[in-house]
């Protein structure tokens, strides 16, 4: 995957996502990394879309 697609991490980074993607049972070290991009991505909309709630609500009058 990382070759493929360019991205290149530090050799000691890379080493420490081997180890974590083994301990946490992870097929290979790219699917470790691609679910944590994916649940960081994840969390980085959830909190755009908490402002947009927010933005409705105080249009709303619910919250000044």
């Known amino acids: 995957m990382f070759g493929k697609k360019g991205i290149q991490l530090d050799p000691a980074l890379m080493e420490k996502v081997r180890a974590a993607a083994a301990k946490a049972g992870y097929a290979s ?11 960081e991505l994840s969390r980085t909309d959830d909190a755009s879309n908490d402002a947009d709630v927010k933005k409705k609500l105080e249009g709303l009058g619910y919250i000044s």
């Open 29 to 39: 070290p790219d699917e470790f990394v691609a679910h944590v991009l994916e649940r």
